[in-house]
């Protein structure tokens, strides 16, 4: 099978990469370049845990081919922190107990990223509106509303 070369950017740095074209991004995020941090949930575009950003949009890595990433820009779950210091997004999801499993919780932080990125302020139907392309089976949603709520306060400086 023929392997096409990839360069592009993730997280902000420069990565070159080798993927077989039956490669999704998941996959290559995973396999090929270990950031391991995006999950596969359903495989099929339906439960958001593989969400990353490709150029500005969110995007179900599972359903994005790798070999089409060439010369373009990934954000994913692995370049939300700072260092050690974790994205507000990141510390309210742990203060508010809004995850347990955690194979929804990447597609959920990266999907709440990209909503307050439009909307510093929005509402509790208003978060439940962008997520809810995003499934989760452990936590009944409250807690990550409050944690996307509490995150978009504190980033606002309220």
Sequence with gaps: MAR???NCTINGD???YLCDTSQSLLDV???ELELTGTKEGCAT???GACSVIVDGVLV???LAMGAEMNGKSIE????MASGNELHPLQRHF???IALQCGICTPGLLM???KLLERNPDPSEEEIRFWLAGNLCRCTGYNNIVDAVKAAAAEMRGA
Excluded: N, W
């Design 111 to 113: 999907a709440s990223r």
């Design 14 to 16: 420069h990565v070159d």
């Design 94 to 96: 742990i203060d508010k």
């Design 76 to 79: 994913t779950v692995e370049g």
């Design 29 to 31: 995020l995973r396999d």
């Design 60 to 62: 179900c890595s599972c």
């Design 4 to 6: 096409h070369h990839v």
């Design 45 to 47: 575009g339906d439960c």
